[in-house]
């Protein structure tokens, strides 16, 4: 039976203290050790693999073997950050993947509108801090789909970007922190609460993800049910949107031929006055190719039940398995120069000649696609309405780095120049 190896460490707290200082660098010290490696944190037994085939066995072929560890539960231990959404929220739930297309398809043109409404105030060649700017659209964005508050109450759309800029100076938005101080948490709460009730209350109806979690509930409605799923979604996707969104900015601003293939295509097929995504298959590629390179979902995992032997190897009941897409999806065995910006990689979506189990921006749960595919069309809107309008200059030729927490957060700011594109008549 082979046996696993792994970095030595005698220290009470195990390989806690490395694995915080640089998470991805500390996994990418663990590939030395082969496919499969280990290390410890206090008195518990981590393993992280990068074989797609153990990877199926451990989360599909044996998955009665094995439960999902939450998310909250794993960066808490790991990183000591404790998040604010959840797994479900991430996939969701409980909205059908039926209702997800008719609810974007209704919106396309309201978010499409916000994404212009922000972008008036550009100059040509003016210094964008991007993800700030990013930041401020996806909440009036997210405020439209979620809870139906449209563009044109300003004054709500204006406070809420207030209280999550007041939140992102406390720290991360994701995260509860130990000394925050609860005024902005409390009075977004109440803002959307009151939202929530009011509707239940004037028996109103919407366009929004609002309404679809109120059918999901029936007669049966607990008000405060429905606005922890709802805050939870809203949390979690506007961290997901702002994060693809944001790095595929950064990844177009330094490859000026991708940038400029994709401005091509969004002039042949949505530079009218109505948006159309439906023939950008450029734009997919891109947003796929961004996904692999900084994937919104970077690490998660899978805790034995019970004693098992799995593909050779021995592991014990409680120990716990991880999975890094980030590492997973620089794998040079099955992906062709992984560290370079290639979105021809793709076709129809996925990639070429790479075995399942290898791509999993949102993991590996059979609701990921419903998720990713919600994440996708809006960043293709996002996308579309900013390309057609601008294109993106780096200030720094470096790339920015990734910095690993709950996301794979830039290191340094991502400064911009913006430059008008000139339409052809």
Known sequence: MPVIQGPSSYKLTGHLQKFRENPLGFLENLTQYGEIATFRVAHKRFYVTRDP??????????????QKIKLTHMFKTLLGEE???????????????SQLKQHLTYNKEAIAKIIEKHMETWEEGQLRMIVKDIRQIVVAVLLQLVFGISIEDKDKIHYVQALMRKKEKLGKIYIRLPLHQPDSDEQLEQLLFERVQMRVQNKTEGNDLLQYVLNSHGEDIDEREIYEQLNAIFLSMYEMITHVCSWSIHLLSQNTREHLQLHKEIQAYASGESLSTKNLTYMRKIIAESMRLYPPLWLFGRQAREDIQIDGYSIKKGEIMLISPYMMHRHEDYFLEP???????????????????????????????????????????????????????????????????????????????????????
């Open 53 to 66: 085939q153990l990877i199926k066995d451990v989360v599909i072929t044996n998955s009665k073997a094995f």
């Open 83 to 97: 998040m604010l959404w959840t797994d479900e929220a991430l996939y969701m739930s409980p909205i059908q993947p």
């Open 339 to 425: 560290s370079e910006f290639l979105p021809d990689r793709f076709e129809k979506g996925g990639s070429i000649d790479v075995p399942s189990y290898m791509y999993m921006p949102l993991g590996i749960e059979h609701q990921a696609e419903r998720g990713m595919d919600y994440i996708t069309e809006i960043v293709t809107i996002f996308l579309s309405e900013m390309t057609k309008r601008f294109l993106f200059q780096l200030t720094k030729a470096e790339s920015i780095a990734p910095m690993a927490g709950v996301m794979l957060n830039m290191k340094e700011e991502l400064n911009v120049n913006v430059h008008k594109v000139h339409t052809q008549s």
